[in-house]
């Protein structure tokens, strides 16, 4: 689904993957879950457009929900990967940035959702630095927002006013709110990411669990 020019929202059970194309050129927010590489692959195809055209990948953090399909996307398209360091080096293990502690009600929960969200290892060919500027959406910044996971990036486009939040800000009642709960790695970290975000005064938020936009 297009939900702006030439920017297309992909969802994937229970998280959003969003794909920029850009001159020909596709770049892909996170891969989801193991196995959705398919429905992926199968929407560049719906665009009319090559599988080479993927050439670039940027993973937000590293959690099974998110770049759960790199390894199997990258047996097909040559694309680069892309993610924090931190990151980086927790994908190319296939682990996770953080240790998980659920107690009570969340163990059981997190019990029922992990074989959804196996992961093995990927390659990441780049790491992003603070800063670091994507020459897509008129320039695509990618910003270093911790506090869900250790090394977690969002990227905001000043031009276009969209932030891609990955899981540093949920959507919830059609409020946003910072990354919470057990699977959050440092909470007061992510307030501030999601404070210092929300100053970025975006019009439209495309976040790992939810939409907004004004």
Request: proline share 5%; hydrophobic share 40%.
């Amino acid at each position: 689904m297009e939900i702006y020019p030439g920017v297309h929202l992909l969802k994937n059970i229970f998280v959003n993957l969003f794909l920029i194309v850009d001159k020909g050129h596709l770049t892909l927010i996170d891969t989801g879950i193991s196995g959705n590489q398919k429905k992926i692959l199968a929407y560049i195809n719906t665009l009319g457009l090559p599988l080479t055209a993927l050439d670039r990948i940027i993973i937000t953090h590293a959690d099974g929900d998110h770049y759960g399909s790199l390894a199997h996307l990258q047996k097909t398209v040559s694309a680069e990967s892309h993610a924090n360091q931190i990151e980086a080096e927790a994908i190319r293990k296939g682990t996770s940035s953080r240790l998980l502690k659920p107690e009570g009600i969340n163990k059981f929960l997190y019990a029922l959702v992990s074989p959804l969200v196996r992961t093995q290892p990927a390659r990441i060919d780049q790491t992003i630095t603070d800063g670091q500027m994507f020459p897509i959406l008129g320039g695509l910044q990618a910003i270093h927002t911790p506090g869900h996971t250790p090394g977690h990036i969002s990227l905001f486009s000043p031009t276009a006013g969209i932030l891609f939040a990955g899981d540093s800000i949920n959507v919830s009642h059609g409020k946003l709110v910072p990354s919470s709960g057990a699977n959050t790695w440092d909470l007061r970290q992510a307030e501030l990411s999601f404070d210092m975000q929300v100053k970025l005064n975006p019009a439209i938020v495309c976040a790992g669990h939810g939409y907004w936009r004004k």
